[in-house]
T-cell receptor, first 113, second 114 residues
């Protein structure tokens, strides 16, 4: 079954600290993986995309990694800010014939002062 | 700046009412989607459309229908609203090369059925 699992479900960190969010997937065939940030009451916004051949990609203080062999991805946030408080959703694009995105349930991050 | 706009941020409807959720995109995208988002369940696909007047059922189409009469507009219809349809509804659009293109989301409509 094509699934995307994220951990932890929720996380509280102090402002300025780093954190890492995890995503494991069983989607096959795999096309790409995106991390989205969803602020409370808003729609998700893409942070980064990882394709099969990419291991690491950075977008400012966000760094995503992908291990296609173990089917794992991580999102590392450096020097967290209060504005990083949001839900982070891992989304895998199914590489089969259907136009299908498979969503994880998200990690809810709270950054406290 | 790309835009997917949903007609309402918040809606409160009564059980049995017919409900229309509207979504408009300005990116000339072929693919449009309706999802619902519930705590602990993530986003679940209700319906999608890959062209005008074309529609495909997603994972949870029961109790919903859709309409796409123009390329930029995709409507979700709840024929007879029920309390278990209380949820956050998200519209999204993607370009034709959908495997590598980003899905852009609207701001969401929080629907409460009482």
């Amino acid at each position: 079954k094509n699934q995307v699992e994220q951990s932890p479900q929720s996380l509280i960190i102090l402002e300025g600290k780093n954190c890492t969010l995890q995503c494991n997937y069983t989607v096959s065939p795999f096309s790409n993986l995106r991390w989205y940030k969803q602020d409370t009451g808003r729609g998700p916004v893409s942070l980064t995309i990882m394709t099969f051949s990419e291991n690491t990609k950075s977008n400012g203080r966000y760094t995503a990694t992908l291990d296609a062999d173990t089917k794992q991805s991580s999102l590392h946030i450096t020097a967290s800010q209060l504005s990083d408080s949001a839900s982070y959703i891992c989304v895998v694009n199914y590489g089969g014939a259907t136009n299908k995105l498979i969503f994880g349930t998200g990690t809810l991050l709270a950054v406290q002062p | 700046d790309v835009k997917v706009t949903q007609s309402s941020r918040y809606l409160v409807k009564r059980t049995g009412e017919k409900v229309f959720l509207e979504c408009v995109q300005d990116m000339d995208h072929e693919n449009m989607f309706w999802y619902r988002q519930d705590p602990g369940l993530g986003l679940r696909l209700i319906y999608f459309s890959y062209d005008v007047k074309m529609k495909e059922k997603g994972d949870i189409p029961e109790g919903y229908s859709v309409s796409r009469e123009k390329k930029e507009r995709f409507s979700l219809i709840l024929e007879s609203a029920s309390t278990n349809q209380t949820s956050m509804y998200l519209c999204a659009s993607r370009g034709r090369d959908s495997l590598n293109t980003e899905a852009f989301f609207g701001q969401g409509t929080r629907l409460t059925v009482v």
